[in-house]
């Protein structure tokens, strides 16, 4: 699709969509005018974030545990088949 093509259809669709994607639409152009990239994970609580680090050390150090074995474990704790 051409700029102008692309330029037309969102002018159109601008008055359609929801509060919430105009939200989004406005930080995604803010972030792209502003030339920084944008990262989810900046915008998460301070516990979560923790959270991941944490897990993701986990996983480098390789102190993690398959899901097979997670579920085996799991239905034998609550007798689950």
């Given at each position: 699709?051409d700029?102008?093509?692309l ?6 669709s601008?008055?359609e969509?929801?509060?919430d994607f105009?939200?989004?639409i406005d930080?995604?152009?803010e972030?792209y005018?502003n ?7 900046d915008n ?7 959270l ?12 993690t545990?398959?899901h097979s074995?997670?579920?085996k ?9």
């Amino acid at each position: 699709m051409d700029n102008t093509k692309l330029r037309a259809k969102w002018q159109k669709s601008i008055s359609e969509v929801d509060e919430d994607f105009l939200i989004l639409i406005d930080e995604i152009y803010e972030s792209y005018r502003n030339h920084k990239p944008s990262d989810f994970f900046d915008n998460l609580p301070d516990d979560i974030q923790n959270l991941l680090l944490i897990s993701k050390k986990q996983s480098d150090d390789h102190q993690t545990s398959p899901h097979s074995e997670v579920v085996k474990e799991i239905r034998a704790k609550y007798n689950v088949k």
